[in-house]
């Protein structure tokens, strides 16, 4: 069956970066491509960027360029978000998702704190 | 940015009761649009894509339609289950984008 496996917890202080993985398992990695989605406490889902782990094209929300870097791993079958510069307004959980949205990870929270 | 305008932000419904919930794009999107739930502490669940379609395993008393730039999600009888948080996601454009959120609570 599908599943996509996220990192862990991260705590971050502000101006530092974070890398968050996630593990997809149960289909071919590079036929799908996979975004990546935050939702801050309280707030709506915002989408961030994605990528095609075809050939490793990437496609960035504006509001995240600059900051956002998502890669992949072919040979892991894993795709990265790291997220650069942090403020305390970073702080939110941080799913990846495959392309059609059916699949989601179990998301990581990024906290964000001096 | 394609805006995605998301109604009720919350709506109190009793157990059997028919549930609607409306989001409107602020330009044509074709049928390009996804219902989530969301439950707390959980990743979202997609319900409905391409506006008006079931995602297998969905029970059949989800449903999605779209007239112009309005879409509509209808839950025709409401279960205990399914208290949770539904929003839309449009991915016509890219960045996608996603309604405010519509929080549904048991009367």
């Known amino acids: 069956q599908v599943q996509l496996v996220q990192s862990g917890a991260e705590v971050k202080k502000p101006g530092a970066s974070v890398k968050v993985s996630c593990e997809a398992s149960?289909?071919?990695?590079?036929?799908?491509?996979m975004y990546w989605v935050r939702q801050a406490p309280g707030q709506r889902l915002e989408w961030m960027g994605w990528?095609?782990?075809?050939?490793?094209?990437?496609k960035y929300s504006q509001k995240f360029q600059g900051r956002v870097t998502i890669a992949r791993d072919t040979s892991a079958s894993t795709a990265y978000m790291e997220l650069s510069s942090l403020r305390s307004e970073d702080t939110a959980v941080y799913y990846c998702?495959?392309?059609?949205?059916?699949?989601w990870g179990q998301g990581t929270l990024v906290t964000v704190s001096s | 940015d394609i805006q995605m305008t998301q109604s009720p932000s919350s709506l109190s419904a009793s157990v059997g009761d028919r549930v609607t919930i409306t989001c409107q794009a602020s330009?044509?999107?074709?049928?390009?649009l996804n219902w989530y739930q969301q439950k707390p502490g959980k990743a979202p669940k997609l319900l409905i894509y391409?506006?008006?379609n079931l995602e297998t395993g969905v029970p059949s008393r989800f449903s999605g339609s779209r007239s112009g730039t309005d879409f509509t999600f209808t839950i025709s009888s409401l279960q205990p289950e399914d208290i949770a948080t539904y929003y839309c996601?449009?991915?016509?454009?890219?960045?996608?984008?996603f309604g405010q959120g519509t929080k549904l609570e048991i009367k």
């Open positions: 391409d506006a008006s």
């Open positions: 996601q449009q991915y016509d454009n890219l960045p996608q984008t």
């Open positions: 990528i095609n782990p075809g050939n490793g094209d990437t």
């Open positions: 149960g289909y071919t990695f590079t036929t799908y491509a």
């Open positions: 998702a495959r392309e059609e949205g059916a699949y």
């Open positions: 330009q044509d999107i074709s049928n390009y």
